[in-house]
């Protein structure tokens, strides 16, 4: 009698446990989507922080045409293949298209890591490329920033220019 009662008993406990070890698992799968879940609205947050940036950065260089009518002269010069006129219009150029090189090299740096996606970054970089293929100062000052910056994104410019994506 004493053994059929230890033997129910013990049948009873490994019923329980089976019954816990199925219920944590339920759990823990729970708490893995719950996760999951979190860890997507943090990237889609990610991914809309980045493109909000750059959307500002965008807006703060179109913000200098737009309000300084000596600089859109300049600017409009440039992109007609017009030589800078003194060192200072050279000056303002290549201090522009540094900022355009360095904001393309931001948005490559977020596209590599999945922040923004290949039409967000080529529209990035449609400007910049214009600028490499229109304004005269723009090839030598990206021929001297081509050591410093991110290897993969002076190829994908290199072949956006080869490919000859403005100008024909």
Do not use: C
């Amino acid at each position: 009698m004493k053994n059929e009662n230890l033997q129910t008993w013990a049948l009873v406990s490994e019923v329980i446990g089976g019954i816990a070890v199925v219920l944590s698992l339920i759990f823990v799968g729970f708490q893995i989507q719950q996760s999951s879940e979190e860890t997507a609205m943090n990237t889609r947050a990610l991914e809309a922080t980045a493109y909000q940036n750059l959307i500002a950065q965008i807006e703060s260089m179109n913000t200098l045409i737009i309000q300084d009518p000596e600089f859109a002269d300049l600017y409009n010069r440039m992109l007609n293949r017009e030589s800078p006129t003194n060192s200072v219009e050279r000056q303002r150029i290549v201090t522009f298209i540094t900022l355009s090189i360095r904001h393309g090299d931001l948005a490559f740096k977020q596209y590599q890591n999945e922040l923004i996606d290949k039409e967000s970054l080529d529209s990035v970089l449609t400007p910049l490329v214009a600028f490499l293929e229109l304004m005269e100062p723009a090839k030598p000052r990206w021929e001297q920033l081509r050591p410093v910056l991110n290897a993969g994104y002076v190829n994908y410019v290199d072949k956006k220019i080869e490919l000859g994506s403005l100008v024909q």
